[in-house]
């Protein structure tokens, strides 16, 4: 419901395929196959580019994501809702 709700006010890339309801990463997987596969055929240069996002959720501040949906105009229950996920969050690594 809540990422419903954001999709309104912060759209998400087509090929966005983490935390929404899409049936995996394999659609993207096989555009990427189909692009050198067809790269290959007319002898093309094809630039791959893969980002590693591994730290990306540690680097953007909570309060930095409220304000943003704040300034967006997000309904106020969903900014509240996102506020309380984070609110005393802990990572531990086993």
Same mark, same amino acid.
């Given at each position: 419901? &809540?990422?419903?709700?954001?999709?309104?006010? /912060?759209?998400?890339?087509?090929?966005?395929?983490?935390?929404?309801?899409?049936?995996? /990463?394999?659609?993207? !997987?096989?555009?990427?196959? !189909? !692009?050198?596969?067809? &790269? %290959?055929? %007319? =002898?093309? =240069?094809?630039?791959?580019?893969? $980002?590693?996002?591994?730290?990306?959720?540690?680097?953007?501040?909570?309060? =930095? $994501?409220?304000?943003?949906?704040? %300034?967006?105009?997000?309904?106020? =229950?969903?900014?509240? !809702? $996102?506020? %309380?996920?984070?609110?005393?969050?802990?990572?531990?690594?086993?």
């Amino acid at each position: 419901i &809540a990422a419903v709700r954001l999709s309104c006010a /912060c759209p998400i890339h087509p090929r966005q395929r983490g935390f929404i309801c899409t049936s995996n /990463c394999s659609e993207n !997987l096989k555009l990427l196959q !189909l !692009l050198v596969k067809s &790269a %290959e055929q %007319e =002898h093309c =240069h094809l630039g791959v580019v893969c $980002v590693d996002i591994a730290k990306a959720f540690d680097t953007v501040s909570h309060q =930095h $994501v409220i304000v943003g949906l704040t %300034e967006r105009r997000v309904d106020p =229950h969903i900014v509240h !809702l $996102v506020s %309380e996920m984070y609110r005393g969050i802990t990572t531990y690594i086993v």
